[in-house]
């Protein structure tokens, strides 16, 4: 137990004939005075202060994360698809949109008929007598030569198969369209009365029909192979908005 410090003052006053006695010498250090000390390793306590608001921030960004997510996927089960119609109104599906007709159903299930842009005729007007719903030929130059394009919807397969296998002659096969997307039946090139030479094709599943006319068989097979397009059929009513 140590003395309070002014009884120390009293008793510890040294005499002058009494010897000091000499301090104890000191180690030398390990390190000299100006080497730098080596890093410590950090403790447990310090650890836990970086590692723990770490990982707890990485749960927070994982929980985040998933939430948004979870939020995305419901989102989208959540938002129902909607359609564009041929004539322009959406719907909820595809049924609900009414058939194609008129020049503009012609033109959205034969999307190269464009009477905007083509030199086209309708056929109804100049020929009375026609009995198809809709009838156009449009006139248009291809590899310099020029070329028409008949666009028709027709009343009914039986009668339109019938009618094109008196143009062209037995020459009908069942076959696919040029993208490969819509089945078709297809006459070979046959000669017109004028000398120029006509190809056509009718859809399988749908009562529409297209007869190209070229100065050649060549000319006429190219333009209806390259020129004309044909919607698919799941787009031939309406088509998914995005």
């Given at each position: 137990m140590s003395t309070p410090a002014d009884e120390t003052d009293d008793v510890m006053d040294p005499s002058p004939h009494q010897?000091?006695?000499?301090?104890?010498?000191?180690?030398?250090?390990?390190?000299?005075?100006a080497a730098p000390a080596a890093r410590s390793r950090p403790g447990a306590r310090r650890t836990a202060l970086v590692?723990?608001?770490?990982?707890?921030?990485?749960?927070?960004?994982?929980?985040?994360?998933?939430?948004m997510l979870w939020a995305e996927i419901e989102g989208s089960e959540a938002a129902a698809p909607r359609f564009f119609c041929w004539n322009a109104e959406e719907a909820a599906d595809p049924s609900d949109c009414p058939k194609p007709r008129g020049a503009d159903g012609l033109a959205w299930v034969l999307p190269s008929f464009r009477p905007d842009r083509l030199d086209c005729v309708d056929e109804l007007e100049l020929n009375p007598d026609y009995n198809r719903p809709?009838?156009?030929?449009?006139?248009?130059?291809v590899g310099g030569q020029p070329v028409s394009v008949t666009y028709s919807q027709v009343t009914g397969q039986r009668a339109a198969l019938r009618y094109f296998d008196k143009m062209h002659g037995d020459s009908r096969?069942?076959?696919?369209?040029?993208?490969?997307?819509?089945?078709?039946?297809?006459?070979?090139?046959?000669?017109?009365?004028?000398?120029?030479?006509?190809?056509?094709?009718?859809?399988?599943?749908?009562?529409?029909?297209?007869?190209?006319?070229?100065?050649?068989?060549?000319?006429?097979?190219?333009?209806?192979?390259?020129?004309?397009?044909?919607?698919?059929?799941?787009?031939?009513?309406?088509?998914?908005?995005?």
């Open positions: 010897t000091q006695p000499e301090p104890a010498p000191q180690s030398e250090p390990l390190l000299p005075d590692v723990v608001p770490l990982f707890a921030g990485l749960v927070a960004a994982g929980a985040v994360g998933g939430q809709v009838m156009w030929t449009c006139d248009q130059v096969v069942a076959t696919r369209s040029a993208d490969g997307r819509s089945e078709v039946f297809r006459w070979a090139p046959s000669q017109t009365p004028a000398g120029d030479w006509q190809v056509s094709l009718l859809l399988r599943d749908a009562p529409y029909a297209v007869t190209v006319v070229a100065p050649t068989a060549k000319d006429a097979e190219r333009t209806l192979e390259h020129r004309v397009r044909i919607r698919p059929p799941g787009a031939r009513r309406a088509v998914e908005l995005t």
